[in-house]
């Protein structure tokens, strides 16, 4: 059942950014979700993972709020770019993980580097060093809003 409401939630994506109703791009758009959900299934047989966080609420209010993270974070590098009096220092530090799910840290470690201004560049057991523009975003990281969104998504054992 769960494949088929990932096979209908590709198409319905698929439609949306496609637009195209000829038959030639319907039938290759067909071929490419199912081939996908056939993916998925034989990678889900192996780790159990990935499609329990596709339907999860949990998973989509946390895509929402990253997504407001992103408007948010965007606004302020263009302003920095812009605003010759508003700093841009660069800095490097390494933030501890509590993370254990290599799914959720991947996730974790992928939100960051989406997030304008910041950049994970190693991902440690229990660390990951991110690169940002300014040390404000590094301390915004380590206060560890994001990190709790995500602990929430973790497969409890």
Sequence with gaps: MKYFILAGILALFWM?????????LLTLGLASIALV??????MDRVDKGPIRM??????LSYL??????????????ARRIWNPSLPIKPACRKIKVSIKDP???TIYANSIT????????EV?????????????GLDELEEGDMERRLSRL????
């Design 103 to 105: 799914l959720i840290k």
């Design 114 to 121: 989406l997030t304008p201004g910041t950049v994970t560049t």
């Design 54 to 59: 596709l339907l999860s609420v949990k998973f």
């Design 124 to 136: 440690g057991e229990d660390y990951f060093i991110v690169h940002a523009l300014n040390v404000e």
């Design 64 to 77: 929402l709020w990253l997504i407001g993270q992103v408007i948010i974070t965007n606004i302020d590098v």
């Design 154 to 157: 973790e497969k409890k054992k």
């Design 16 to 24: 949306l950014l496609s637009g195209h109703t000829s038959i030639l």
């Design 37 to 42: 959900t056939w993916l998925v299934s034989r």
